[in-house]
């Protein structure tokens, strides 16, 4: 029984050692085919589309029909806020959030945004008018 668990442990080292040589050697190259720690900028394709996109199921959540690249969120900031809040949405203009965003795990009404609902784009993309990655065969409830 040791004599197995010796030869499983040499194993893992050997297979170890040799993904460490494959790399050091250079023969292991990056998909992006720069270094991990350079930046990668890409040129814009597709622009932003402002009208308002139709939901394909019920409870789908809305599409955001504005870029989002200067808003910030993170755990203490949330921009969208500013807007969408029920507090500021109808001097702004702007859809109120749905109510569902001010409960809690237990189904308790919040005054504020509940920290589950606190990161929209978890949920919610910036709709933009781009070809499909792949070939898709959903059909929209009705």
């Not at 504005?66 to 900031?77: E, F, K, N």
């Not at 784009?121 to 499909?132: E, F, L, M, R, Y």
């Amino acid at each position: 029984m040791k004599i197995k668990n010796l030869i499983g442990a040499i194993l893992v080292a050997a297979l170890g050692l040799g993904g460490g040589i494959a790399i050091a050697d250079g023969s292991v190259k990056a998909l992006r085919e720069m270094s991990v720690d350079s930046t990668n900028i890409v040129d814009e394709i597709h622009k932003q589309d402002t009208r308002r996109f139709v939901r394909n199921y019920r409870q789908q959540p809305p599409l955001i029909p504005h870029s989002i690249d200067q808003h910030q969120i993170d755990l203490r900031t949330n921009e969208c806020l500013a807007c969408h809040d029920w507090t500021n949405a109808g001097d702004r203009g702007a859809p109120t959030l749905s109510m569902t965003h001010y409960l809690d795990r237990e189904g308790e009404q919040l005054d504020r945004v509940a920290g589950t609902r606190w990161f929209c784009n978890q949920c919610h993309v910036p709709q933009v008018n781009a070809p499909a990655l792949v070939n898709n065969e959903f059909t929209p409830s009705n």
